[in-house]
């Protein structure tokens, strides 16, 4: 088990005891937490940068690439998303998700 107690994080362990009750042991877990929340944090944001390469090398057709950036935006930013293009000939083209 393990929870906050003010800004400090603590780990809880119980032990038995001879008369049948339990003593918990509390660890002050706050100097160890912090790196492995950051360690998290950069193994999610790789995760994302990896399905993001692999996504969008797998196509090199502008359509299929607006497609895929409209999608992750949507899973990962926001409800919707609509990517658009700058002009090309004077006109503007949008892709919606």
Do not use: K
């Not at 660890?27 to 360690?39: A, C, F, G, Q, W």
């Not at 090398?57 to 935006?73: G, K």
Request: hydrophobic share 40%; proline share 6%.
């Amino acid at each position: 088990m393990e929870g906050f107690v003010g800004h400090q994080t603590y780990e809880a362990h119980p032990t038995a005891r001879d008369d049948g009750t339990l003593l918990w042991w509390l660890v002050d877990d706050t100097d160890h937490r912090s790196p492995r929340e950051v360690l998290r944090i950069e193994r999610e944001r790789t995760a994302f940068l990896t399905q993001a390469s692999n996504l969008l090398l797998s196509s090199l057709n502008l359509e299929r690439c607006m497609d895929v950036t409209a999608q992750m935006a949507a899973e990962h930013l926001a409800d919707a998303a609509l990517p658009s293009l700058p002009p090309a000939a004077g006109s503007c083209r949008w892709c919606p998700a």
